[in-house]
């Protein structure tokens, strides 16, 4: 069974930044096709936040992060990473980590993804 782990999650203030980091505790030689962030926050949906293909070449966000959130990848560590900056109060959910093993163009859809870690909760005080 996969097992994505996420860690970096903690308390920060507004206008803050924190960095999350995703890969596979039990084998760290699998490269998925695609990774990416979504996030939760009690009564709501699950929500897209940002994906990213194989080669990292292709990216994809939530309208309301983009400019302060990048995602990237580390291959050769089979690692991803989502770096959150200028943080806002609206930015607090449990942030989960997700993978998926065919690449089609689409990155947004929660349906794509096949692997899910735990979540990190992800809180930003005023």
């Known amino acids: 069974q996969v097992q994505l782990v996420e860690s970096g999650g903690g308390l920060v203030q507004a206008g803050g930044s924190l960095r999350l980091s995703c890969g596979n505790s039990?084998?760290?030689?699998?490269?998925?096709?695609?990774m990416g962030w979504f996030r939760q926050v009690p009564g709501k949906d699950r929500e897209f936040v940002a994906g990213?293909?194989?080669?990292?070449?292709?990216?994809d966000y939530l309208e309301s992060v983009k400019g302060r959130f990048s995602i990237y990848r580390d291959n050769a560590k089979n690692m991803v990473y989502l770096q959150m900056n200028s943080l806002k109060i609206e930015d607090t959910a449990v942030y989960y980590c997700?993978?998926?093993?065919?690449?089609?163009?689409?990155?947004?859809?929660?349906?794509?993804?096949?692997?899910w870690g735990q979540g990190t909760q992800v809180t930003v005080s005023s």
């Open positions: 997700a993978a998926g093993d065919r690449f089609s163009g689409i990155l947004h859809s929660s349906r794509r993804y096949a692997y």
């Open positions: 039990k084998d760290n030689s699998i490269r998925y096709d695609m």
């Open positions: 990213i293909g194989r080669t990292g070449s292709v990216t």
